[in-house]
Nanobody, 122 residues
Framework: QVQLVESGGGSVQAGGSLRLSCAASGRPFSAHAMAWFRQAPGKEREFVASIRWANGDTYYADSVKGRFTMSRDYPRNPRNTVYLQMNSLKPEDTAVYYC????????????WGQGTQVTVSS
């Protein structure tokens, strides 16, 4: 069984930075991509960023472009470990952030972490 564990959330003032980490544990797996999503209170879960495992290409939601950077610790760490560096944080970035993996053979993100809270105060 594959598990994704997020860490690095917390509270920060507007303009500050946080770095989220997502580490996979359990049986090794191959992923097409890994991503970060977030869900604010009363809102639907939304895409934040993703990374294609084959070539490291990254994609971002318009709302975070230029402020957030997704990266991976590969090939130094062959396990599926990803990060989300968040700079110039805004109160509207407040949400629970989830890590997700699209495993090889799946057409969507089929493995999710438990989430980590990010709170940005003005």
């Amino acid at each position: 069984q594959v598990q994704l564990v997020e860490s690095g959330g917390g509270s920060v003032q507007a303009g500050g930075s946080l770095r989220l980490s997502c580490a996979a544990s359990g049986r090794p797996f191959s992923a097409h991509a890994m991503a970060w999503f977030r869900q604010a209170p009363g809102k639907e879960r939304e895409f934040v960023a993703s990374i294609r495992w084959a070539n490291g290409d990254t994609y971002y939601a318009d709302s975070v472009k230029g402020r957030f950077t997704m990266s991976r610790d590969y090939p130094r760490n062959p396990r599926n470990t990803v990060y989300l560096q968040m700079n110039s944080l805004k109160p509207e970035d407040t949400a629970v952030y989830y890590c997700a993996a699209q495993q090889v053979g799946s057409s969507n993100y089929n493995t999710w972490g438990q989430g980590t809270q990010v709170t940005v105060s003005s």
